[in-house]
C-alpha cells in the first residue's frame, strides 16, 4: 500500500492490452511514486462490437480481474462517455496522470485526442504508449515518405529492425489504500447477446494472459517446425491460435517477436519460425493501413470498385451465414465459425471469395458477420482480410483468382478430416463438434442435425463466370 496523501495515484487507464507482462502502460504508471489504479471504461466504442467480441472482452476482464486480485491489486470498471468518466475518477481519487496505450482506428484516436487536450488543460499529465504494435504506423515510411501499400515491402522494411526487449511483469502493483467504487462486470451482461452460442465457444477459448503464454511456449515447441508447409490445412494443429489473445491484448507481440526470433536461432527449422514472425507482422500492416487509410472499415479501399454490382445482404447470404451453401469447404468454415469463435484462415480466405465471388454480396455484409462472430475480431485484420479477398483491397489477390472452395477441399482437406469434424452431424462416427453447430445457433433458424445436408446452392463454374463477366464489365 502506497500513501496517496503525499504521493497522488496514476490512472492506467486498460483498453485493448489486458495484461500485465510486456505492458508499457504498467510500466510507465509505476514510474511515479504515488499508487497505480487500473480502470477499464466501457464507453461508446463498444456500442458496435460485435456478440462474441463482447462475450470474449467479458471472460478477459474477468481473468485480469482476478490475476489483479491475486497480487493486490484491483480493475475498476466503469461506463459511460469515457471524457466524463475520466474527470469523474480524477477528482475522486485525485490522480495527477493518466497513462494510456495508443489504438490506431479512427473513432479511438479522435476520442483520446480529445481527453488528452482535456486532461492537460485541467493540469493532469496525459502519457500514452505503444502498448499493442511492433511498429508503430507512422514510424514505417517508404523511400519518399509516404506509407506502404504493399505488404512484401513493408515486410522488407522492418525485418531487420531492433524490437525492444520484453518488460517483465511488475513485481508490486502499488495498490492504493482505499480504492474508487467500480461497477459489477455482470451488471454489463457483455455475454447477453450471444446466447446458446457461449456455452459451445467457452469450450474452444483460450482465456488470460497466463494461457496465452503458455500457447506460445507449447506452439514453439513443436509445431512451429511445420508451420511455413502446414499453415494452410484447417485440420491441423499447425497454426499459434494467438488471434483470440492478440485481439484482447493478452499477450504483446513484443514477447511474440522475441520468442519467435529465439525459436528461429534454436530450433532445427529457421525458415518456418521465420514464416511465423511475416504472419505477426501481417498484423502490424493491418494496422499500418488502417491509421493511414481509416476508410479501410468502411468503404472499398481501391475507389474503382464502387461502380461494382456487389449484391446487398440477401437471402444467399443468409445461407452463407448458416453454413447451408452446399459447398463443403464453406460450410465446415461457417459452422467452425459458429462452434468455435474462430476459423482457419485458409477457409476465411475462401468463405469470403466465395460469398463477395460466387454471390456476387458486398464483402461488408461478410465484414459484420465476422464482426459479430470472432473471437478474435481485430478492426485492422478483419477490414484488410475482407477487402482483400473482395479484390478492393491493399495487396489483393487479382479478381479474376477466384477460389474454387472445392479443389481447395482436395488440396487442404484431402482426406476430409476438416470437413467431417464440422459437417458429419449423422450415422455412427457423427462428429460432436458437427452435433454442436445445431445446439450453438439460435433455435429460430429452425436447423436440425437430422436434416439433410443441402444441395449445393450454386454451380461453381456458372458463379465464377458471372463474377468474372460482372468485373470485366466494371472494368470497362
Ligand atoms: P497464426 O497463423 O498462428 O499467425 C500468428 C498471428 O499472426 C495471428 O495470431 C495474427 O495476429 C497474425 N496473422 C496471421 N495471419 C494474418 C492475416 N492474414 N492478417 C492479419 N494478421 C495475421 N485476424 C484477426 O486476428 N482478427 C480478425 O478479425 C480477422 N479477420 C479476418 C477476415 C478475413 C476475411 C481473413 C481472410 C482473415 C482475417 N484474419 C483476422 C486474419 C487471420 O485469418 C487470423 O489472424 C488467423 O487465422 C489467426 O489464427 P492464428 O492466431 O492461429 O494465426
Redesign the pocket.
Known amino acids: 500500500m502506497t500513501s496517496e496523501l503525499t504521493n497522488p495515484p496514476t490512472i492506467l487507464w486498460l483498453r485493448r492490452d489486458l495484461r500485465l507482462s510486456d505492458h508499457p502502460g504498467w510500466a510507465e504508471a509505476l514510474k511515479g511514486p504515488g499508487p497505480v489504479i487500473p480502470i477499464f471504461i466501457l464507453d461508446g466504442q463498444f456500442e458496435d462490437y460485435g456478440a462474441a467480441p463482447k462475450w470474449r472482452l467479458g471472460e478477459s476482464l474477468s481473468q485480469l480481474q482476478t490475476d489483479l486480485n491475486q497480487r493486490g491489486s484491483r480493475l475498476i470498471l466503469r461506463s459511460g462517455e469515457a471524457a466524463k468518466v475520466m474527470i469523474d475518477l480524477i477528482a475522486e481519487t485525485n490522480a495527477r496522470r493518466v497513462v494510456w496505450s495508443r489504438q490506431y482506428d479512427s473513432r479511438a484516436i479522435a476520442r483520446d485526442k480529445g481527453i488528452k487536450s482535456l486532461l492537460v488543460e485541467s493540469g493532469v499529465d496525459a502519457v500514452s504508449v505503444n502498448g499493442s504494435l511492433l511498429f508503430e504506423p507512422w514510424t514505417v515510411e517508404t523511400g519518399t515518405g509516404g506509407f506502404y501499400k504493399v505488404y512484401t515491402p513493408f515486410w522488407k522494411a522492418v525485418r531487420h529492425r531492433d524490437v525492444r526487449v520484453p518488460i517483465s511483469a511488475p513485481a508490486d502493483l502499488k495498490a492504493p489504500n482505499t480504492w474508487p467504487a467500480s461497477d459489477a462486470l455482470s451488471d454489463w451482461q457483455l455475454g447477453s447477446s450471444m446466447g446458446r452460442g457461449a456455452v459451445s465457444v467457452a469450450r474452444f477459448a483460450t482465456i488470460g494472459e497466463c494461457r496465452a503464454q503458455d500457447r506460445l511456449a507449447t ?1 514453439l515447441d513443436g509445431p512451429v517446425d511445420t ?1 511455413k508447409d502446414r ?1 494452410d490445412f484447417p485440420a491441423e494443429p499447425a ?5 483470440e489473445n ?2 484482447q491484448g493478452e499477450i504483446s507481440p513484443v514477447t511474440v517477436w522475441h520468442a519467435g526470433v529465439r525459436a528461429m536461432e534454436q530450433r532445427g527449422h529457421p525458415d518456418a519460425a521465420e514464416h ?1 514472425l511475416k ?2 507482422v ?2 502490424e500492416f ?1 494496422y499500418h493501413l488502417l491509421f493511414h487509410t481509416p476508410e479501410i472499415e468502411t468503404r472499398n479501399w481501391r475507389s474503382e470498385w464502387d461502380s461494382f454490382p456487389w449484391r446487398e445482404d440477401n437471402e444467399d447470404a443468409e445461407r452463407w451465414r448458416r453454413g447451408m451453401t452446399g459447398i463443403e469447404m464453406v460450410d465446415a468454415g461457417m459452422r467452425e465459425l459458429y462452434v468455435t469463435g ?4 485458409r477457409t ?2 475462401l468463405t ?1 471469395s466465395f460469398l463477395t465471388k460466387h454471390l456476387m454480396t458486398h464483402w461488408k455484409v ?1 465484414e459484420a458477420w ?1 464482426r459479430d462472430c ?1 473471437i ?3 478492426p485492422a ?2 477490414a ?3 477487402q ?2 473482395a479484390g478492393c483491397g491493399p495487396d489483393a489477390a487479382p479478381y479474376f483468382r477466384v477460389f474454387n472452395p472445392d479443389t481447395q477441399g482436395e488440396k487442404f482437406d484431402r482426406r476430409r478430416v476438416y470437413r467431417d469434424r464440422f459437417l458429419k452431424s449423422q450415422g455412427p462416427r457423427a462428429s460432436s463438434d458437427a452435433m454442436a453447430f445445431f445446439d450453438a445457433v439460435p433455435r429460430a433458424w429452425g436447423l436440425s442435425p437430422d436434416d439433410p445436408y443441402p444441395a449445393p446452392m450454386i454451380e461453381l463454374a456458372d458463379g465464377r463466370a458471372r463474377a468474372l463477366q460482372a468485373y470485366e464489365q466494371r472494368a470497362g
Open positions: 506452439f508451420y499453415r497454426v499459434s491460435g494467438l488471434s492478440f485481439a511465423f504472419e505477426v501481417w498484423r493491418a474462430v476459423m482457419h484462415n476465411r480466405m469470403a461478410g465476422f470472432l478474435d475480431w481485430d485484420s478483419n484488410m482480410g475482407w482483400w479477398a
